[in-house]
């Protein structure tokens, strides 16, 4: 099955439950015993293995290419529990600088008082990963495109740097989806989404996601069933509906977010536009050789800096001041303030996130009515 048939019909039950062509969502917090052995497979909703859960699992699983997956609460629940199930005190996680600010809160936050630290390199030059590597370095942890500066870090290597050193190497797949990038094809062991975003993407819940191989992802699954971050089968439910238009969003927004992308970068008031379709992006190539299509992500920055932002804002009548993405609602933010905000100032612009960047999650809208917008509001 090609990714479209994937997409609906991968993971539905068969035969159908009741016949139900729609997978019924089951608000059951707690299903009959029937002599599970294992604390684990007991069904309750915590465990994340009721109907609508599994469902999700085997959807998941097949459009990642991976033998298992699994749902979480939140993205950041994926997250932690995905690091949390390779490390313990005195470990070492080795990441790119430019993460997701709730992830690299995580990392330089949390985890120290676990005992467990963090290094960041430059994801786009390997010769410089070696000297970051410790005895104890266990996990290679990498987005696919960074958010907000839209990088894409040098896939290929990082996979295979951490295989040869025995290293777990964890991608956060969020921004390309599985429409544009598998990273199992590249010889990453585990994938986490916030599956808030493109998966369900329709701005409407938090949720998260997993895939790897049995073994890995069942100790992730046992280290979420502890901590709590399970996902309501209500959540499961519109998860589920939204994945089933995954191809036809993604790839609309990638069109669509080229279009604005080339216009943006033809403009006078505008000095700089991040997006890897661009020829002019740093790694447009890579992007070409490896993504199928560059993503609805793209962040820019006007002469005025911050305050021509704020203005610009102000006079835009299509998309939404909010942080998020991935959804139909075109979203706009400035990073400084919303997903960056936790961040320390001068940490940020060492990333290159300055405070006049603005970041657009292109979504379903008519790319012509966006791009006549912004037009209007940037003149
Ligand atoms: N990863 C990326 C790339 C994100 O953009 C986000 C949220 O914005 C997360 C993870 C965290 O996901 P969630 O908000 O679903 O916990």
Known sequence: MRVETKLVHAGEPRPRHERAVAMPIYQSSTFEYAGQADYHDL?????????NHAALHGKLAALEGTEAALVASSGMAAISSTLLSLLAAG????????????????LTQDLPRLGITASFVDAARP??????????????????????????VALDDVARFARERGMVSVIDNTLATPINFRPVEHGFDLIVHSATKYLNG?????AGAVAGSVARVTAVKHKLDHLGGALDPHACFLLHRGLKTLAVRVRYQCQSAL??????ARHPRVV???????????????????LAGTGGMLSFELDGGAAAADQLFGRLTIPLCAPSLGGPETLITRPATTSHAGMAP?????????????????????TQDLIDDLAAALG
């Open 43 to 51: 069904q309750y909703i915590r465990l994340n293995n009721t109907p």
């Open 91 to 106: 470990d070492h996680v080795l990441a790119h600088d430019g993460l997701y600010g709730g992830t690299f809160d995580l």
């Open 127 to 152: 010769e410089t990963w070696a000297a970051a590597v410790t005895p104890r370095t266990r996990v290679f942890y990498v987005e696919t495109l960074t958010n907000p500066l839209i990088q894409l």
């Open 202 to 206: 329709h701005n409407d819940i938090v």
């Open 259 to 264: 279009e604005i992308a080339s216009f943006l």
């Open 272 to 290: 700089q536009v991040h997006y890897p379709g661009l020829e002019r992006h740093p790694h447009h190539a890579r992007a070409r050789q490896w």
């Open 346 to 366: 001068e940490i940020r612009r060492r990333q290159g996130i300055t405070d006049g960047l603005i970041r657009l999650s292109v979504g379903l809208e008519s």
